[in-house]
Structures are given as C-alpha cells and as structure tokens.
C-alpha cells in the first residue's frame, strides 16, 4: 500500500498539520485502517480510491473513524494532484459528510465544504475551568467554539485537557480577533486522542462564518495558533465555505500490510 505524508497548510515541511495519505483501488477492512492510523499517530489519516469520476475519501484518528477532516483532505488533493492527476484542476470527492470539491489555484488547493451552523450556547464554569481564561461567547454544532477576548489569550492558553474532554463537542476551539490575520483559533480534541490539533480545516466551517458575519467580510484570513501554526484562506458563499491552502510532501512509503 502506498502512503504519502504531507504537511497542509503550510509551504514548507515541519508547519502546518501533518496527515498520511493512503491510495488504494479499494478499501481494506476497516480495522486495518484504523491500525495503520493507530500506528501512524498523527492526529488524521486519509484513505482514498478511485470510484467512477470521483474519488471516496475516509479519514481516520488513532482512535475513531472521521465524518470529516480538512487538512486531511488538503492532504490527499495534493497527493492526488501532483501524482495522480497531474493534467487536472479540479477533483470530487465522496465522503460521509457529502460531496466536496477540491480546485488546484496556482500554489493553493480550494476546498469547498458545507458550513457548520452553530448555536449560541450559555458560557458554563465548566467550559472555564477547563481553559483557565474568560470566555465572551460560546457556539455549539460538531464542534465547541468559545470566543475568547483576545489572539494573546488565545495563544497563551494552557487548558486542561481531562476536563475539555467533558465538553460537549467533537473538539473544542477556541478563537479571537486578530491582527495580522482576522481571526486566530486553537483546537483542541482529546475525545479522540488528540490533545491539540495544529491545523483544523473541518472547525473553521464553524469559525469562519461567526468571523464573517461579526466582520461583516466574506473573505478572511486565519491563523491557527498551535505550535506547528498554520494559515488558512478562507471564503463564505452562501452555506457553503472555502477553504484555501498549501501544503508540503515528507515521505512516500511502502506499507508493508
């Protein structure tokens, strides 16, 4: 099996957030991929085959199974682009969270994913004892989001993981204003073994319409504060966002499963 590890939203090896990408003709039994994701240890690995004119694309943790995950898709595009694709510009993708689309942009890959729809929720002791900092505004869909007064908070955070993981919420984000960029975000996803994600395409579809509408901009830029740290070009469009990126080849291997 042949396994690509690529670095998204980044131009450059050891930024951004790092994904395996497995290419098969069909997909091996499903705890064979969790094993390889298991053994891999990074927070998603993609699975994609060929079906029909689109491709199927499955992602896993080292824990569960994904309905989605952005950089990983980022991942695979550019795995699929410069290797297998390479005379095209545009891909489909099937997955469980519906179909999306993947344009090659010069240097960039534009993803287009529905957008998340979250409800404003009451700010709990619960959510601030497990971020230790003070928290404006709270949002719930998949995801947990808590708007925080400031990108220096958001960058200092020092949260505590046992008790985000009693959250409601896949993962938990936390995101501000920011000042090079419009909006500076972290996240965080112990539910499913990983404490802090360094780049989470999948969350901004939440993050990037609460920006847009507070900004009243449809194009923003964003950064994701983790320590690998990783910008994200992003657009609304209707219900729909996109979600713009680069990203950088590791390794290519030879599974031996």
């Given at each position: 099996?042949?396994?690509?590890?690529?670095?998204?939203f980044?131009?450059?090896i050891f930024?951004g957030?790092p994904?395996?990408?497995?290419?098969v003709?069909t997909?091996p039994?499903?705890?064979?991929?969790?094993n390889?994701?298991m053994?891999n240890?990074?927070?998603?690995t993609?699975?994609?085959a060929?079906e029909?004119?689109a491709?199927?694309?499955?992602?896993?943790?080292?824990?569960v199974e994904?309905?989605?995950?952005g950089?990983a898709?980022?991942?695979?595009a550019?795995?699929l682009?410069n290797?297998?694709?390479q005379t095209s510009?545009?891909?489909?993708?099937?997955?469980l969270?519906g179909?999306?689309?993947v344009?090659?942009?010069?240097k960039?890959?534009?993803?287009n994913?529905?957008?998340?729809?979250p409800?404003?929720i009451?700010?709990?002791?619960?959510m601030?004892a497990a971020?230790?900092a003070?928290i404006?505004?709270?949002?719930l869909?998949?995801?947990?989001i808590?708007v925080?007064e400031?990108?220096e908070?958001?960058?200092k955070l020092?949260?505590?993981?046992?008790k985000?993981?009693?959250?409601?919420?896949l993962?938990?984000?936390?995101?501000?204003?920011?000042?090079?960029?419009?909006?500076v975000?972290?996240v965080f996803?112990?539910k499913?073994?990983?404490p802090e994600d360094?780049?989470t395409g999948?969350?901004?579809?939440?993050?990037?319409p609460?920006?847009?509408?507070?900004?009243?901009?449809e194009?923003?830029?964003?950064?994701q504060a983790?320590k690998?740290g990783g910008v994200?070009h992003?657009e609304?469009a209707?219900e729909r966002?996109?979600?713009s990126g680069?990203?950088?080849?590791?390794?290519v291997?030879?599974?031996?499963?």
């Amino acid at each position: 099996m042949k396994q690509f590890t690529v670095d998204a939203f980044t131009d450059k090896i050891f930024g951004g957030n790092p994904a395996a990408v497995c290419v098969v003709e069909t997909f091996p039994p499903a705890e064979l991929m969790q094993n390889i994701a298991m053994e891999n240890n990074f927070s998603e690995t993609a699975f994609v085959a060929r079906e029909g004119n689109a491709y199927r694309l499955r992602w896993f943790t080292p824990a569960v199974e994904l309905d989605f995950c952005g950089h990983a898709t980022l991942a695979t595009a550019f795995v699929l682009f410069n290797f297998y694709e390479q005379t095209s510009n545009r891909i489909e993708f099937e997955t469980l969270h519906g179909k999306f689309t993947v344009e090659r942009r010069g240097k960039l890959f534009e993803m287009n994913f529905p957008a998340y729809k979250p409800k404003r929720i009451p700010v709990t002791e619960a959510m601030s004892a497990a971020i230790h900092a003070p928290i404006s505004e709270a949002y719930l869909a998949r995801d947990l989001i808590m708007v925080l007064e400031s990108a220096e908070v958001v960058e200092k955070l020092a949260p505590d993981f046992d008790k985000l993981s009693r959250l409601d919420g896949l993962t938990q984000a936390v995101t501000a204003a920011g000042k090079e960029f419009d909006c500076v975000s972290r996240v965080f996803a112990p539910k499913v073994n990983v404490p802090e994600d360094p780049v989470t395409g999948s969350t901004h579809c939440a993050i990037i319409p609460y920006w847009a509408a507070r900004l009243g901009k449809e194009r923003l830029t964003a950064r994701q504060a983790s320590k690998r740290g990783g910008v994200l070009h992003c657009e609304v469009a209707g219900e729909r966002v996109k979600i713009s990126g680069s990203a950088a080849l590791y390794a290519v291997a030879d599974l031996q499963v």
